[in-house]
């Protein structure tokens, strides 16, 4: 019996070890090695594993940042530009600064402004809700209150505000990593460019029906009477499907468009002093009539005539006005 038991633990022993030997041996033949800059980029990200940058998590970034022959279609939205500047120190690469963004709430649909015409009582949910029925209000296009976006927050930049109904976006907290914008499914969430100082101007509306409808929908929807494009003088408006739309790479922050908007569906943010509606509205009309009078000139002018140029008085500077 003794002996039957010794035999038994040498036999499973000896099969142990040579399986493991075989599993080690396997191993050494098929390992991959892995490039040591990986871990040191892995390292050098913040570790949010968001997917804000495109990749699964901060390990597949690192391993396609390493891959890579540049950094132009790499960036980590959480780290920025210091989190770039070290990822590009240790691949020896070279880096263009992006802007910073930050996500913005595209509806100005508040509880006031876009009355309820049913009662939701399913599962509190936006997809869910946007799957079952436009939503609860007559704008079929604006948030619906769930707070999906919250939700998929993972640096609590997001909150929902009860007496609007709407999510409001922490500036000091957003990271701009999308993951908002993926989990709205009216796609209302934005990332624009947080702007020289934070200030930025922005459509707060999505809402593509036609005027008349869109108003009785909601008070501070875009009718997209086209006012703020023909008023732009730097082509960073455009209406299309019934609703305008700022580019930010082209806006000026003059803030023309939203003094000029008959429906105040154009904000905007952290501007350092209040916005003088008449007083821009005086100015743009201005400038409206001088071209309409110029037009009108160059109108009455016989075919063929030249127009003349207005010719500009040279600047003289006194003494005290100049630099000597």
Known sequence: MTTTIIWTIAI?????????????LVAQR????????IELVEKAMPGANCGGCGFAGCH?????????????????????????KK????????????APMV???????????RPKTSEYDGSVSCKVKASLYAGDTGC?????GCGDCVAACKFGALSMDPETGLPVVDEEKCTACGA????????????????????REFVSCVNKDKGPSVKKACANACIGCGICQKTCTHNAITVENNVAYIDFDKCKLCRECEAMCPTGAIHGVNFPKPLDKDAVKARVQERQKK????AAAAAAKPVGEPVESPVQEPVVLKKEESNG
């Open 12 to 24: 499973i022993s000896g099969l142990g070890l040579l399986l493991a030997l075989t599993l080690y």
């Open 30 to 37: 098929f390992k991959v090695v892995e490039d040591p800059r």
């Open 60 to 84: 597949a970034f690192a391993d396609s940042a390493v891959k890579a022959p540049n950094l132009d279609n790499h960036f980590c939205p959480v780290g920025g530009n210091e989190t770039m």
């Open 87 to 98: 990822v590009a120190e240790i691949l020896g690469y070279e880096i263009k600064e992006k």
């Open 103 to 113: 996500a913005v709430v595209r509806c100005a649909g508040t509880c006031a402004a």
């Open 140 to 144: 079929a296009y604006g948030c619906l």
């Open 180 to 199: 908002c914008v993926k989990a709205c499914p009216k796609a209302i969430i934005e990332l624009r460019k947080k702007g020289p100082r934070g200030m």
């Open 291 to 294: 071209a309409r009078e110029a």
